[in-house]
């Protein structure tokens, strides 16, 4: 059995544009799982890059899960960019020190907590994901689409801001992808039945399953 690799940086021979994101990735506040790939139109350097605003004094975390597609000039802005927005100005004047230090005493800056993207995710062009947001396993996101709201499982959204287009499959067929979790599965389990993962019959990869 010749599985790729899961710990190379560069899966694609003499391709240097696509990698497999765990192997890029420097900041310890992303964490990426297996066979995830970036592809970049310039330099896979870029993704860290466009993860905007994540700063360790407010702890949030970018979670991407397993066997997702990320396309060419993906922004993830995480909660450092946001400011107050119920106060009489939203301007940061703390972070500027100084006698202006003091004027966050009490308060806090808004925070929707860690972005989170399933697995098995497709996140086209140029979409950019604002902080928080919760992708769920198998959800397609179209090019140049703005989330600002939590994507269902194996939902297809689009748009600015995106809204749902469709279920890829029947609610039926949905919990009972959710429930196998292929993504879990072995990989030497996986390469066996990647026939059955790139076709449409659920009864027969779950028969396998069982």
């Given amino acids: 059995m010749h599985i790729p690799d899961k710990d190379i940086k ?50 949030d975390k970018l979670v991407i899960g397993k066997f997702c597609m990320i396309a060419s000039n993906v922004t993830f802005i995480m909660n450092g960019a946001n400011h107050l927005n119920d106060a009489i100005s939203a301007y940061p004047f703390a972070i ?44 397609i996101i179209a090019t140049k689409s703005v989330v600002t709201k939590d994507v269902a499982p194996y939902a297809i959204v689009g748009g600015n ?22 993504w879990n599965w072995p990989i030497e389990k996986i390469t066996q039945h990647v026939n059955d993962l790139t076709g449409n019959d659920i009864y027969r990869l779950s028969s396998y399953h069982k």
């Fill in 161 to 182: 801001p995106a809204r749902e287009i469709k279920k890829r499959f029947s609610d039926e067929m949905i919990n009972q992808l959710l429930n196998l979790a292929w």
């Fill in 96 to 139: 500027f020190g100084k006698d202006w230090s003091k004027a966050m005493e009490g308060r806090n800056y808004p925070s929707k907590g860690d972005t989170l993207i399933g697995n098995d995710v497709w996140i086209g062009y140029g979409v950019t994901i604002m902080p928080g947001i919760k992708v769920g396993d198998g959800a």
């Fill in 10 to 59: 560069f899966p694609l021979d003499n391709y240097d544009r696509l990698c497999f994101l765990k192997n890029v990735v420097k900041n310890p506040n992303i964490i990426v799982g297996d066979y995830t790939y970036y592809d970049d139109f310039e330099n896979v350097e870029n993704f860290e890059k466009n993860v905007k605003y994540l700063f360790d004094f407010i702890g």
